[in-house]
């Protein structure tokens, strides 16, 4: 069982800019681990894909519509992944879920283990 917790949620205003965490514990060395992503889900909404990163952390990808405003990273040796999100628009208000899997993918129903999401709300 892998556990995934988020934080880093909050109030922030138009163009300004938050930092998630996502901290793992448990077997985070199992296959079905090893990758992690970001998706986010605004109220009436299905939830959507953010961002992914492999293993390596080399490898990434985003949905088109935070490419060049939110960047991805990982902390191996923390168990952790980050979201870097700069230049915040109202429509990113959302609950933003980390989760993982065996590969790098933005298609949920591949991700095998989710934390239970934090809060972003931007203000116009």
């Known amino acids: 069982q892998v556990e995934l917790v988020e934080s880093g949620g909050g109030l922030v205003q138009a163009g300004g800019s938050l930092r998630l965490t996502c901290a793992a514990s448990g077997r985070t060395f199992t296959r079905q681990a090893r990758a992690r992503g970001w998706f986010r889900q605004a109220p009436g909404k299905e939830r959507e894909f953010v961002a992914a990163i492999g293993w390596s952390g080399i490898e990434t990808y985003y949905a088109d519509s935070v490419k060049g405003r939110f960047t991805i990273s990982r902390d191996n040796a923390q168990n952790t992944v980050y979201l870097q999100m700069n230049s915040l628009k109202p429509e990113d208000t959302a609950v933003y879920y980390c989760?993982?899997?065996?590969?790098?993918?933005?298609?949920?129903?591949?991700?095998?283990?989710w934390g239970q999401g934090t809060q972003v709300t931007v203000s116009s």
């Open positions: 989760a993982a899997a065996s590969i790098m993918t933005m298609t949920k129903s591949q991700y095998d283990y």
